[in-house]
């Protein structure tokens, strides 16, 4: 099993924090609520277990306090380098679900910052 922290930041500020074990499907997910209409950028980080993933996110929620986390306003006066993000998902560029679909498929180790351009969810029709 994976673990995966992730965080959504919009025009440089990170306004959610979350973790998970499976990041396609609960990043799919987020596209049918709150951060459904979302623009900007998706990171990760993978944890070597559980434990780490859980410390890391309350950690990290309780540094930043984003916009749409409950924090425990905890003031986090700890200095710990936080682990390289991984940049999985750029939404500024739309394309076509199909190809979204295709290349979160992919195995998201081999996502680089050249090729992350995704769309939020699929695209309205107007009738």
């Given at each position: 099993?994976?673990?995966?922290?992730?965080?959504?930041?919009?025009h440089g500020q990170i306004i959610y924090i979350g973790k998970t074990t499976n990041l396609d499907k609960r990043i799919k997910e987020h596209t049918k609520d709150k951060l459904k209409n979302f623009k900007g950028e998706i990171y990760y980080f993978k944890?070597?277990?559980?434990?780490?993933?859980?410390s890391w996110e309350y950690?990290?929620?309780?540094?930043?306090?984003?916009?749409?986390?409950?924090?425990?306003?905890?003031?986090?006066?700890?200095?710990?380098?936080?682990?390289?993000?991984?940049?999985?998902?750029?939404?500024?560029?739309?394309?076509n679900?199909?190809?979204?679909?295709?290349?979160?498929?992919?195995?998201?180790?081999?996502h680089t910052k050249s090729d992350t351009t995704i769309i939020s969810g699929p695209q309205k029709k107007e009738i």
């Open positions: 099993m994976d673990f995966y922290i992730y965080k959504y930041v919009q944890c070597p277990h559980k434990t780490a993933m859980d950690f990290l929620i309780n540094k930043y306090h984003p916009l749409y986390n409950k924090s425990l306003n905890e003031k986090v006066n700890i200095n710990i380098n936080e682990p390289e993000w991984t940049l999985y998902m750029n939404n500024t560029k739309i394309i679900i199909s190809d979204y679909l295709e290349l979160t498929s992919k195995n998201i180790n081999n």
